[in-house]
């Protein structure tokens, strides 16, 4: 109603076609401008950073890629609250953000 009331003129797309055609559209755009800007695989650092809640019952891992010439760009979310933070752990969720950076399914 809001947008209505600011512009009368303008329809809103439905929810269907936000989630679908419209976040696909948008996704593959981001995608083409990400591999754009980062360049060679071989100019790229691996980020991540862990975070928990105050009592520690949630955690999350967010990974991101930078090149030398780019801002850093975020590549995944964990949710690792079910895991212990073990060092096999870390490992093997940092290997398969490397093959999914490799893939270039970013």
């Given at each position: ?12 797309p ?5 989630t ?7 996704e593959?755009?981001v ?8 360049g ?11 975070w928990?809640t ?15 010439a ?7 979310s ?5 895991q212990r ?6 490992a093997?969720e940092t290997?398969?953000?490397i093959?999914?950076?490799?893939k270039?399914?970013?």
């Amino acid at each position: 109603d809001l947008m209505k009331y600011l512009r009368p003129s303008f329809n809103l797309p439905s929810r269907k076609k936000v989630t679908t055609s419209l976040l696909l559209k948008e996704e593959e755009e981001v995608k083409q401008e990400l591999r754009r800007r980062l360049g060679s695989p071989a100019d790229l650092a691996l980020l991540f950073d862990a975070w928990c809640t105050k009592n520690a019952t949630k955690s999350v891992i967010n990974y991101s890629v930078k090149s030398y010439a780019s801002p850093s760009f975020f590549v995944r979310s964990v949710d690792a609250s079910a895991q212990r933070h073990t060092g096999a752990f870390i490992a093997s969720e940092t290997a398969k953000v490397i093959e999914h950076i490799a893939k270039q399914e970013f």
